[in-house]
């Protein structure tokens, strides 16, 4: 069987937690404590370490292992990127819809520095959450932004909350990984 590692990644507040909640089949690991300082009603934790989960799935080329890996969004965690990085098969995006650094934040994650290239060449999907709660106008200008990007990644407009959005989110970059 084949197993692949798959990091989510993006900033925080913007679904990574939830989203491996939602698609695993175990009992997420998780590294989230109280926030010390900027807590909202809708956040009131944030994670340190990691989160991890296991989804098997299954598609034409056979039976397979998802290892999910949610990353911590702030920068002052950035050191284990790198470390989780290693031996990863793909990238899951999270762009929260109602942060004002959204499109840069896809700016970021899809520009490719020197520094960066290993994990700018993995395959990669954008999952944009949270679009719900845009109105049509700021919603119409979010779309219209990352068109101008010119993205190469596929990007999929989702509920982190629902398991079967996220698994959809997953079949895409397998199918990408398995090129």
Not at 41 to 56: A, F, Q, R
Not at 85 to 106: P, V
């Amino acid at each position: 069987m084949d197993d692949y590692k798959v990091l989510f990644i993006g900033r925080s507040g913007s679904a990574k937690t939830t989203a491996i909640n939602s698609a695993s089949q175990i009992n997420v690991v998780s590294t989230d404590v109280a926030m010390s300082f900027m807590a909202s009603d809708e956040k009131k934790e944030t994670t340190v370490g990691l989160d991890y989960g296991d989804l098997l799935v299954e598609d034409r080329a056979g039976q397979c292992r998802l290892r999910l890996y949610g990353v911590p969004g702030q920068s002052r965690f950035s050191f284990s990127w790198e470390i989780l990085q290693q031996g990863c098969s793909g990238l899951i995006l999270m762009i929260d819809a109602t942060d004002k650094f959204a499109i840069e934040d896809i700016h970021y994650y899809t520009t490719a520095t020197s520094s960066d290239c290993e994990r700018i060449m993995l395959p990669t999907v954008i999952a944009v959450v949270k679009s719900d709660l845009l109105n049509l106008e700021a919603l119409s200008k979010l779309k219209e932004a990352i068109q101008k990007e010119n993205i190469l990644s596929p990007i999929l407009w989702i509920d982190a909350r629902n398991k079967d959005a996220v698994v959809s989110v997953l079949s895409v970059l397998l199918k990408q990984i398995r090129r």
